[in-house]
């Protein structure tokens, strides 16, 4: 059974950084693409971060230079690093696993930005 449990969610003002991170079970982690989509209500999910198995990644335009991404195959682990976070970043954040075989979701966790 694939399992992707996000954590490090939470309320935090304008200018402040949070770590996000998934822990992954039930899939050979070290081969998949591993990625941060974030869901606004009212708006479609949308991709902030992505790290390939070669450890290549891929940023939105809005988070560059703010969000870093990270990976650790031997603890099956992917981290977000969120920095100089604003109102605009408030989302539900979720973890994704994408290979060929197989893409998996998380449950997500809420980040709420005070302004």
């Known amino acids: 059974q694939v399992q992707l449990v996000e954590s490090g969610g939470g309320l935090v003002q304008a200018g402040g950084s949070l770590r996000l991170s998934c822990a992954a079970s039930?899939?050979?982690?070290?081969?998949?693409?591993m990625g941060w989509y974030r869901q606004a209500p009212g708006k479609v999910r949308e991709l902030v971060a992505r790290?390939?198995?070669?450890?290549?990644?891929n940023y939105a335009d809005s988070v560059k230079g703010r969000f870093t991404i990270s990976r650790d195959n031997a603890k099956n682990t992917v981290s977000l690093q969120m920095n100089s976070l604003t109102p605009d970043d408030t989302a539900v954040y979720y973890c994704?696993?994408?290979?060929?075989?197989?893409?998996?979701w998380g449950q997500g966790t809420q980040v709420t930005v005070s302004s």
């Open positions: 994704n696993a994408v290979r060929f075989s197989g893409d998996y």
């Open positions: 039930g899939i050979v982690f070290r081969v998949y693409r």
């Open positions: 790290i390939g198995s070669d450890g290549s990644t």
